[in-house]
């Protein structure tokens, strides 16, 4: 089974800054990264898909990086909704998707 | 508008079943792959099971030989069957609908359309 490894757990930042969260697959999954947001009660929403292309809706501050092993989720300028916690999921090893432990955004 | 909207969660012994039920509107069921997804309480998502549009199923591991995946396409509707429960699957479930980027090369595959969730308790 491919394992996905999100660092960090958890991350502390302010309205405005940058921020970048990294996933890691266990083996190659080539582009086939997804990234979701999720806050607290609420179902998870699709932000990216295929690494880097943004969901339709989702604001331009979001963006994501990455190929083989190693993935960035960025925001650029964070807003006060964007803090909630983020996971990244692997759909190359189909259909057995897995998803990283997340990464919790807190001011 | 794209709905889902899961019920029958609910608190139940051990060794216990359970059927969960998705409502789906706005598309149809049994023209896309559906998905559940858990959420144990505090802790990360973990994909249960998948119903392709053709009807084959898959599971995880977890789950395998506990659980089946239905739908009824007269309601528009997907199931998930639950039997043998174990506090391990104390868990929000979700159901979701897997979309799909196309490229020349490759299909991406993803869950981009979600319902609220429906919580299951087991314990005595």
């Known amino acids: 089974d491919i394992q996905m490894t999100q660092s960090p757990s958890s991350l502390s930042a302010s309205v405005g800054d940058r921020v970048t969260i990294t996933c890691r697959a266990s083996?190659?999954?080539?582009?086939?990264l997804n990234w979701y947001q999720q806050k607290p009660g609420k179902a998870p929403k699709l932000l990216i898909y295929a690494s880097s292309s943004l969901q339709s809706g989702v604001p331009s501050r979001f963006s994501g990086s990455g190929s083989g092993t190693d993935f960035t989720l960025t925001i650029s300028s964070l807003q006060p909704e964007d803090f909630a916690t983020y996971y990244c999921?692997?759909?190359?090893?189909?259909?057995?998707?897995?998803f990283g432990q997340g990464t919790k955004l807190e001011i | 508008e794209v709905q889902l909207v899961e019920s029958g969660g609910g608190l139940i012994q051990p060794g216990g079943s359970l059927r969960l039920s998705c409502a789906a509107s706005?598309?149809?069921?049994?023209?896309?792959?559906m998905s559940w997804v858990r959420q144990a309480p505090g802790k990360g998502l973990e994909w249960v099971s998948v119903?392709?549009?053709?009807?084959?199923?898959y599971y995880a591991d977890s789950v395998k030989g506990r659980f089946i995946i239905s739908r009824d396409d007269s309601k528009n509707t997907l199931y998930l069957q639950m039997n043998s429960l174990t506090a391990g699957d104390t868990a929000v479930y979700y159901c979701a609908r897997n979309g799909r980027y196309d490229t020349l090369t490759a299909v991406y595959p993803f869950f981009d359309d979600w319902g609220q969730g429906t919580l299951v308790t087991v314990s005595s």
């Open positions: 706005g598309f149809t069921v049994s023209s896309n792959f």
């Open positions: 083996q190659t999954i080539s582009n086939f």
């Open positions: 999921q692997q759909s190359f090893s189909t259909p057995m998707y897995t």
């Open positions: 119903l392709y549009s053709g009807g084959t199923t």
